[in-house]
């Protein structure tokens, strides 16, 4: 579990592809010290050991749902 508290550009990479599909859910909370909160968790994919298991979960406050929004818009020009 990580709340993400900066987003900045990378480098592109001949390791930018597509890996495997998986199913994510969200879920939104209040926390005292940071707010709203969503928090995105994926599951393992279906060729994994333990399909369905929760294997990465990240949580967005504010700021940083801002800026994803804001690039989102940006890179597919919506």
């Known amino acids: 579990m990580a709340l993400i508290r900066t987003l900045e550009p990378g480098a592109a990479t001949h390791k930018n592809r597509i890996c495997t599909e998986t199913d994510a859910e969200y879920v939104s909370f209040k926390d005292d010290n940071y707010g709203h909160i969503v928090a995105i968790k994926t599951t393992g994919s279906d060729n994994k ?3 369905g298991k929760c294997t990465q979960n990240i949580q967005i406050n504010k700021e940083i749902a801002q800026q994803i929004v ?3 818009k940006s890179e597919f020009r919506i």
Do not use: E, I, K, R
Request: aromatic share 0%; no cysteine; proline share 17%.
């Open 49 to 51: 050991q333990n399909p």
């Open 70 to 72: 804001s690039l989102l």
